[in-house]
């Protein structure tokens, strides 16, 4: 049986979709053009918008998004709900690769485990749900800091003290800058035990259709059985939960 599929609904989002960084604002001429639709036809999109306050009208038929979606993508956000979508598959993950693992978001410049999963074998530190880690000396603090906008970056690297916990800790500013150029360009973060003696930990994105991470995934050890070797295999189980994660959390079908 075909899909039950509402038109009008795919073609609001379609509309929607048009607002960028580098558009923020939309007129009906432009929707009609882009669209493939008449001006009539726009303008009802347009109201209609305006009228469940998705976009707001900011002049004499020109539009931006509305206050709405930054409501809504903080009830998508919320630490709870993520943590709810993730821990089943940091399960799994830990089931499969015999480490424990974690999912994190970021908050006030610090790294905050939302969900983990434990392995059965033996781990000398205690990552608890809540626990909050420093950005510049983890696998997941790296990755928020390689997906920062470029101004919120600076300002980090600017305020941060950083503090050395071990040998391999990165404080020197111009080698933490090329750690995370790094990071950036490969996709994924590796902690060669940074924060803890003896513990080294590699971690991914999860990302949003534009780019932005929302999330990261990571699986950590003891350096002695969590090799280069098994950290490659831990990471290929990482980037298909990751992928996984954001069909999941976008569908599949785009619009």
Not at 59 to 88: C, E, I, M, T
Not at 101 to 115: E, G, H, L, P, Y
Not at 134 to 162: F, N, S, V
Request: overall charge neutral; glycine content about 6%; proline content about 2%.
């Amino acid at each position: 049986m075909a899909a039950q599929i509402n038109g009008s609904v795919v073609k609001a989002f379609q509309v929607l979709k048009l607002f960028s960084e580098a558009r923020t604002e939309i007129t009906a001429s432009e929707v009609a053009s882009e669209l493939h639709m008449n001006g009539v036809t726009a303008h009802r999109f347009l109201r209609t918008l305006q009228h469940v306050g998705a976009i707001i009208a900011v002049s004499k038929g020109v539009y931006r998004l509305g206050y709405v979606f930054a409501d809504l993508g903080d009830r998508v956000l919320q630490n709870d709900a993520l943590a709810h979508y993730f821990q089943p598959r940091l399960n799994a993950m830990t089931a499969e690769i015999k480490e424990a693992t974690m999912a994190t978001v970021f908050r006030s410049d610090m790294v905050f485990c939302i969900a983990r999963a434990v392995s059965t074998r033996s781990l000398s530190v205690d990552i608890r749900v809540g626990t909050q880690l420093e950005a510049y000396c983890t696998a997941h603090g790296k990755l928020w800091l390689a997906h920062m906008p470029e101004h919120d970056l600076r300002r980090y690297l600017q305020a941060i003290e950083r503090k050395r916990f071990t040998d391999t800790t990165l404080i020197d500013p111009d080698a933490l800058e090329r750690e995370i150029d790094a990071v950036r360009a490969r996709g994924h973060a590796i902690n060669n035990c940074e924060r803890e003696d003896g513990i080294k930990a590699i971690a991914v994105p999860v990302l949003t259709r534009t780019g932005k991470m929302i999330a990261g995934l990571s699986a950590f050890g003891p350096a002695s059985r969590f090799t280069d070797p098994s950290m490659m295999a831990a990471l290929g189980v990482l980037q298909c939960a990751a992928s996984s994660a954001e069909r999941d959390l976008y569908g599949e079908e785009g619009l």
